[in-house]
């Protein structure tokens, strides 16, 4: 088989903007940020001797800077004590540093509403065998691909998940997208349109596809509901369920995702409430 041109170039512009963005970081100790401008950010700062804060800045004059911590303790620092201090999407509950989930664009396989973001992206492995390299090409348009790490099948099969987000508030918002595999010459997949509403604390996503064979489509909807619910700083319970018309049309899931800044790591448990069979889902991710 000769893999599709179309869809293999996209995927290695994937790759070379993964491998660059993986790149460590150059990052400049005296960049300080104007503490003005920066008294509603939350700072990550690494000091030279390896230990970690996260405060605002509250003063920033001549050789020291004033940190107020998220335990609300005032510390001062010279500069040459500062290794680098950058913005951090995480907030401060009850004096903890709760980060934001690194992985909040999916369920368990399936997508929330939400968007990626122009420049970022994650690598995931879902069910240990199935790799996704997801990378947001815009600030609403994120296009993700993979293929099986399985012998004889790398390379022969593929899928690609183009996503448009089209529109994003703090408690809302709606996508369309596309996920769709294929091997020689035979093309399946699901067209899907998708909505999320809540928080980053809690909430509904809940979706309708068709699938198609070809350019062939199917006049019966899959339809998918899933929630998240977190839990504390590192945890979210999760649930992803899916109902489609004929035998086996009802699949549910439930489980448990771990994560910190940048990995994530789901344990669920699915089954069709038609059939006595489970199934374990296991999937990392990192994301950049």
């Known amino acids: 088989m000769k893999p599709c041109p179309s869809i293999i170039r996209p995927l290695l512009l994937c790759a070379a903007l993964l491998a660059s963005a993986l790149a460590p970081p150059h990052r400049a100790s005296a960049q300080v940020p104007d503490s003005a ?25 001549g050789d020291e800077v ?20 950058t913005a951090t999407e995480a907030r401060v509950v009850a004096g903890r540093v709760w980060p934001r989930d690194p992985n909040a664009t999916r369920l368990f396989f399936g997508p929330t509403a939400r968007a990626v973001g122009a420049g970022r992206g994650y690598l995931g492995v879902y069910e240990v065998l199935f790799p996704f390299l997801t990378y947001g090409v815009t600030d609403n348009f994120s296009i993700s691909g993979g293929t099986p790490i399985v012998p004889d099948v790398i390379g022969e099969l593929w899928y690609v998940a183009p996503k448009l987000t089209l529109v994003e508030t703090e408690t809302m918002a709606a996508a369309a997208g596309v996920l769709m595999a294929g091997d020689d010459g035979d093309v399946v997949g699901v067209a899907y349109g998708v909505g999320t509403y809540g928080g980053p604390d809690r909430s509904v996503t809940a979706g309708v596809g068709f699938g198609f064979s070809g350019d062939e489509f199917s006049n019966q909807p899959v339809a998918m509901i899933g929630g998240e619910l977190r839990t504390g700083a590192s945890t979210k319970l999760i ?31 699915a089954t069709s409430l038609d059939a006595d069979e489970f199934f374990p889902l296991v999937n990392f991710v990192y994301s950049f």
Do not use: C, K, M, W
């Open 37 to 61: 401008a920066a008294r509603d950010t939350l700072y990550e700062i690494r000091l030279t001797d390896g230990s970690v804060l996260y405060g605002h800045v509250t003063r920033n004059a």
């Open 66 to 85: 004033e940190i107020v911590t998220q335990a609300g303790a005032t510390v001062r620092l010279r500069r040459g004590q500062i290794a680098s201090i």
């Open 239 to 269: 649930t992803e369920n899916y109902f489609a018309p004929g035998e086996d049309g009802v699949v549910v899931s439930g489980g448990v995702r771990f994560f910190g800044e940048r990995l994530s790591a789901d344990l669920g448990i």
